[in-house]
C-alpha cells in the first residue's frame, strides 16, 4: 500500500514538473512572438505589403471601418489596438481584412467607377421645425421618409447618409437616379401638418467619387452637394453630365443659371420635369 501512494506521489510530481516545464515553454514562446510582432522591420515590411493588396491600403482608419458591415466592426476593433501597441500581426489582420473588403465590393475604390449622387433636403424646415417642436418635426420626417426611402430603393439606389432633414443616395444610372428623385419630390408635395407644407429640393451629379467604408468623398461629392443647394423647393436640379444620359422625349429640362463655390464655373445645370 505504502509503495503504492510513493508511486502515486512520484507521478504527481513528475506531472506538476511537466505542466511547469510546458508552461515555462509557453511563456518563452509567448515572449519571443512578442518580440517578433514588434520588431519595427517586420512592422514595416508588413504595411509595405498592404500597398500592393487589393484594396484601401489605409484600411483601418475611422473613415474605412465607419460602416456596420462585420468586417468594418473587427477593423475597428483590430485598429484600436494597433494604435495602442504597434503590432505586425494586427497589419496582417488589417491586411486580410482590407483584401476581404476589396473582393467584396465593399471596400474603397480610387474613382475608376461611374456614380450618381443625388442629395435632398426640406426648404424651410428649420425654421418650421422651431416653432413646431421636435415631436411634431421628428413625426414629419419620419412620415416623409416612408415616401422618399422606397423611391430610391425601387430605382436601385442605396442611401449613403442621413444628413438632418435631408439625404445623400447613390446610383448607378442617372436616368434612376433622376425618377427617384421626382418621386421623392412628389411624394414630399403631398404632405401637409401644422400649417407647413414641406418642399423637397434635390440635386444629381454624375461623375467618379471616391468610396471609402460606407460613404462617397471627393471633388463629385461635393459639386452634387452644390447644384442641390442651388435648387428651389420642388426643384429637381441635375448637371450636365447627367443630362447628357437622360432620354430628352419623356422629361422637360430647362437650363438655369448656376454659379456655386466649389463647383466648375463652366458647369450647365438644368432643372427636371415630367412630361
Known amino acids: 500500500m505504502a509503495q503504492v501512494e510513493q508511486n502515486q506521489d512520484r507521478e504527481a510530481t513528475a506531472s506538476q514538473e511537466e505542466r511547469r516545464s510546458r508552461a515555462k515553454a509557453m511563456a518563452r514562446l509567448g515572449a519571443a512572438l512578442r518580440r517578433a510582432d514588434e520588431q519595427p522591420m517586420l512592422l ?11 484594396g484601401d491600403s489605409g484600411y483601418g482608419d475611422p473613415l474605412s471601418t465607419g460602416g456596420s458591415q462585420p468586417s468594418q466592426v473587427l477593423g475597428r476593433r483590430l485598429s484600436a489596438l494597433t494604435s495602442e501597441r504597434p503590432s505586425t500581426l494586427g497589419e496582417l489582420g ?16 480610387e474613382g475608376e467607377r461611374e456614380k450618381v449622387i443625388l442629395f435632398t433636403d426640406l426648404v424651410d424646415f428649420s425654421d418650421w421645425a422651431l416653432r413646431a417642436g421636435d415631436t411634431v418635426a421628428i413625426d414629419l420626417l419620419r412620415e416623409l421618409d416612408a415616401g422618399i426611402e422606397p423611391a430610391i430603393g425601387r430605382h436601385h439606389g442605396k442611401v449613403v447618409k442621413r444628413l438632418g432633414d435631408g439625404l445623400m443616395a447613390a446610383f448607378d444610372d442617372p436616368a434612376e437616379a433622376v425618377a427617384a428623385a421626382l418621386e421623392a419630390e ?25 468610396r471609402v467604408g460606407d460613404d462617397y468623398l471627393g471633388t463629385d461629392v461635393n459639386i452634387a452637394a452644390r447644384v442641390a443647394d442651388a435648387a428651389s423647393g420642388g426643384d429637381v436640379l441635375v448637371s450636365k453630365p447627367v443630362y447628357e444620359r437622360l432620354d430628352r422625349t419623356k422629361l422637360k429640362l430647362k437650363r438655369r443659371r ?9 458647369l450647365a445645370v438644368y432643372a427636371v420635369k415630367r412630361r
Open 44 to 54: 514595416l515590411a508588413a504595411k509595405i505589403v498592404r500597398e500592393f493588396l487589393p
Open 94 to 109: 488589417l491586411s486580410a481584412l482590407q483584401v476581404w473588403d476589396s473582393l467584396s465590393g465593399q471596400g474603397a475604390d
Open 186 to 210: 412628389e411624394a414630399v408635395a403631398r404632405a401637409k401638418v401644422e400649417g407647413y407644407r414641406p418642399r423637397l429640393r434635390a440635386g444629381i451629379h454624375l461623375g467618379h467619387p471616391r
Open 258 to 266: 448656376f454659379k456655386a463655390k466649389g463647383a466648375p464655373r463652366d
